[in-house]
């Protein structure tokens, strides 16, 4: 495999990981502020989620509206596999590279 194949591959590759994003997500229990909540007076409390992530080497944490899990699940999981990815081009380069 020659270093252009390598970059086709990578970019062919790459067009399928859509929406991407690195961190993970976590569900989390949170008191509402109204007054008077049923839930959060028997001590349930309401459902939220948090995507934490490491920026500029400190770890931060951001709400995630339910109506956008699903999108954000799927960023993670396909930054999961752009990770890999970089690895196995890393080693199809070396490869290329001693082939010539």
Excluded: I
């Amino acid at each position: 495999m020659s270093e252009d194949e390598v970059r086709a591959k990578w970019l062919a590759e790459m067009e399928k990981l859509w929406p991407v994003a690195k961190g993970s997500v976590r569900e989390v229990k949170k008191k509402c502020n109204r007054k008077g909540c049923k839930l959060c007076a028997s001590g349930q409390c309401h459902t939220a989620w948090l995507m934490t992530f490491y920026q500029d080497g400190r770890q931060s944490s951001r709400h995630v509206p339910t109506p956008m899990l699903a999108t954000v699940k799927t960023a993670l999981e396909n930054g999961r596999k752009l990770e890999a990815l970089m690895v196995q081009t890393g080693l199809d380069l070396l490869k290329a590279a001693k082939g010539k």
